[in-house]
């Protein structure tokens, strides 16, 4: 089936979801705001494992610079922000409903299935921190280094797949030698927004339907999180300098 025309053009109606103050939604909130696409709403999952999440992720990106909360962006934005105890249809809908959206743009968010990713117009869009169709799932720029695989972020549709939707941005960033593991977590996490706000950018200029493209098959299969073990073996590659994908 040929994908959806993308007739219209100028900035999207969308709403805003992630895991609450997640640094990853932070980040690409920053991005987006910069050039100008303002969220309708945005929806918080405000949860146990959005607070573990929050935790995880700012450990991995320690020591690099963290945009400002949410909650600043929003006031200085006047945006609407609401909380739910899970990303979930029977949660999120009744905040959704009555908007004309065109689009849903994840931020950092857990696997959101369901009625949620057929409501707008135009689809619902999630900038992953790991190439794809490469490195789809949990962890990538430990996944990446383990495996020898090339690091970048990826900007694409979601479905009910995990990480499998049809790609509107991709690129690789050159990793240095000297990187530590948690430079490469904090480099996907910009280039993700940086990817999701040329999107948008993209849309606005009515170039969707152009550089939209199937993924393609990956070569591994979709990663967890990284154990401890996994890890150590990261670490210690980037350490020595064996990664393979260095530049120059």
Known sequence: MAPPKFSNMGKPRFAYLLLREHPYGREMLRQILSEGFVPDVIVEEDSEIADEEREKFLKRV?????????????????IEVVSVPV??????????????????????????????LDFPSDGVINSHPGLLPEC????????SVYHDIPIGSSTHFCDNGVDTGDLLM???????????YEDLCYQTL???????????????????SEIRRPQGQGGHPTFRNAP??????????LRDQTYAHYSG
Request: aromatic share 6%.
């Open 190 to 208: 910009v280039l993700a927004g940086v990817l999701m706000k040329e999107a948008l950018m993209a849309y606005e200029d009515g170039k969707w």
């Open 136 to 143: 789809r799932g949990s962890a990538s720029p430990a996944w």
């Open 87 to 116: 990303h979930k249809s029977p949660e999120v809908m009744p905040h959704l409903e009555g908007r004309d959206l065109d689009l849903i743009v994840f931020g950092g968010t857990r696997i959101i299935r369901g009625e949620i």
């Open 170 to 180: 991709r690129r690789e960033f050159p990793v240095t030698r000297g990187m530590t």
């Open 62 to 78: 320690e020591g690099n610079p963290i945009a400002r909360t949410i909650e600043e962006q929003a006031v200085e934005h006047g």
């Open 228 to 237: 401890d073990e996994v890890l150590e073996v990261v670490r210690q590659k």
